[in-house]
């Protein structure tokens, strides 16, 4: 009987995770469905009702915590303790239909926890499942308090899965996609415009942390920037993959190299271009599991718009688009961040930079699109504004790139929100503030107000 409860619950975890990146009418999603279903059908008629508890971290099921599964079910375990669900009971019952709903209910970000979940399970015809919490919560302020712990748990545990996929691809172990696809599609979620959160979560082991950390901001700038210019879900994710991958040739680069401020010698410089090669050589081997996407993107995102770049082509040509697209966010990265050999640049400069390139290392429009959905100052960013008020960036304008929506988190008694592209507010950035240095001290203001 343990072994079908097993299967029912990997097959939940997988569930989510297909139902997260597609949707419910996806094949994937159905057949993870089905097979836990037919697990639990096969288990609920010997039983009154089928009790799964969380404790601590891990599903339990009569006494036995399935603890060598707690990899395998953590997208399970991460969206219960979100909703604040220590316990489902599964009825004799159950039908298919309802297993669907049922985690289609725990993916809905939108849908209220624990407190409120028996409401809405009813609501979506749910008769045959329970969940709620082990004990009563006394107020709204301890619901509230519990998931947003639950949040900040899997928030950690994504960039932590994450890195360890790069890790896995690097030592050749196997890869699991679905759950791949899944902690990207969350990392975007949580971490755009935040990178700031994440440098604290990435361990890793003698490899070079800024590249794993620009291989993590580089994914999630391209998922931002292709979904807001309309591309499919699918292809912002397989665009956040190639983005996670383009430079993982790097990390096979001795760090002397890496770190060196001084300037590269010939065959040093050799190596650091081979990254490119070395990457697409890597990925080959995951094609099946990747896909052809992330090899290209590796191979290419050096090569630029006129053609120049590297590694150097015996017939050269316009790179994929999704190379262009790795490559802008790739160098607006490597631009923001703080190198051996450069210091961080703030986003104007950036921006103009960037724009220097226009037509020869970049595809006008695609760099003109770019900053449309980017804004010169991006979402997160904190600025200086002209009336000496500190400000966080909200919205970006798509038709005044220089002017976003901000909100006033200093002086601490206004949190004003302000369009700055309305004519009247006559307001202006006048810089941003480095979220490492000045910036710093007011990071929690911020995350106060998410
Ligand atoms: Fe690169
Ligand atoms: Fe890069």
């Known amino acids: 009987m343990v072994e079908k409860i097993k299967i029912a619950l990997l097959n939940l975890s997988s569930a989510i995770q297909a139902g997260k990146i597609y949707s419910k009418d996806h094949p994937s999603f159905q057949e993870f469905i089905i097979r836990a279903f037919k697990a639990l059908h096969e288990v609920l008629p010997r039983k009154k009702e089928l009790v799964i508890g969380i404790v601590e971290d891990e599903l339990a099921w009569e006494g036995e915590i399935f603890f060598s599964l707690s990899q395998k079910l953590n997208a399970l375990v991460q969206y219960l303790q979100e909703k604040n669900i220590e316990r489902i009971v599964f009825l004799p019952d159950l039908t298919e239909e309802e297993l669907s709903s049922f985690v289609m209910f725990l993916i809905d970000r939108e849908k209220k926890g624990a407190a409120d979940a028996p409401e809405y399970l009813t609501a979506l015809g749910v008769r045959n499942i329970r969940a709620g919490k082990i004990r009563a919560l006394a107020t709204q302020h301890e619901v509230a308090e519990d998931a947003s712990t ?7 545990k994504t960039v932590r899965n994450v890195s360890r996929v790069i890790e896995n691809v690097l030592n050749e172990d196997d890869v699991d996609y679905l759950e ?28 070079d942390l800024t590249t794993f950390l620009h291989l993590l901001n580089v994914s999630i700038i391209c998922m931002f920037i ?30 002397r190299i890496l770190k ?11 190596k650091m271009k081979h990254h490119t090669t070395r990457g697409a050589e890597i990925l080959v081997k995951y094609m099946d599991a990747v896909g052809k996407l992330p090899v290209v993107v590796a191979y290419e995102h050096h090569l630029r718009h006129d053609m120049k770049g590297y590694p150097r082509l015996t017939h050269p040509r ?51 699109s770019f900053y449309r959905v980017l804004g010169v100052w991006p979402i997160g960013t904190i600025v200086s504004l002209s009336n000496k008020r500190i400000a966080i960036v909200r919205k ?23 369009d700055l592209s309305e004519e009247t507010t006559k307001l202006r950035v006048t810089r941003s503030l480095n979220p490492f240095k000045e910036g710093k001290k007011y990071l929690e203001l911020i995350e106060s107000q998410v």
Do not use: W
């Open 318 to 368: 316009k790179p994929h688009t999704a190379s262009m697209i790795v490559s802008m966010c790739d160098v607006y990265d490597a631009l923001a961040q703080k190198r051996s050999y450069k210091k961080d640049f703030p986003p104007k400069k950036i921006y103009d930079i960037m724009m220097d390139g226009k037509g020869t290392s970049f595809e006008p429009e695609l760099l003109e």
């Open 180 to 207: 791949l696809k899944f902690n990207v599609l969350n990392y975007m979620e949580d971490y755009l415009g935040r990178r700031q959160e994440m440098v604290d979560l990435v361990s890793i082991k003698k490899k």
């Open 396 to 418: 970006t304008n798509e038709k005044d790139i220089f002017n976003p929506v901000v909100e006033v988190i200093h002086p601490k008694k206004s949190r004003e929100v302000i």
């Open 226 to 255: 292709s979904s807001k210019l309309g591309y499919s879900q699918e292809d912002v994710l397989d665009l956040g993959i190639a983005g996670l991958f383009h430079d993982i040739g790097k990390l096979t680069i001795s760090r």
């Open 150 to 156: 639950a949040k900040k748990k899997r928030k950690n």
């Open 260 to 270: 060196k401020s001084t300037k590269l010698k010939e065959d040093e410089f050799y």
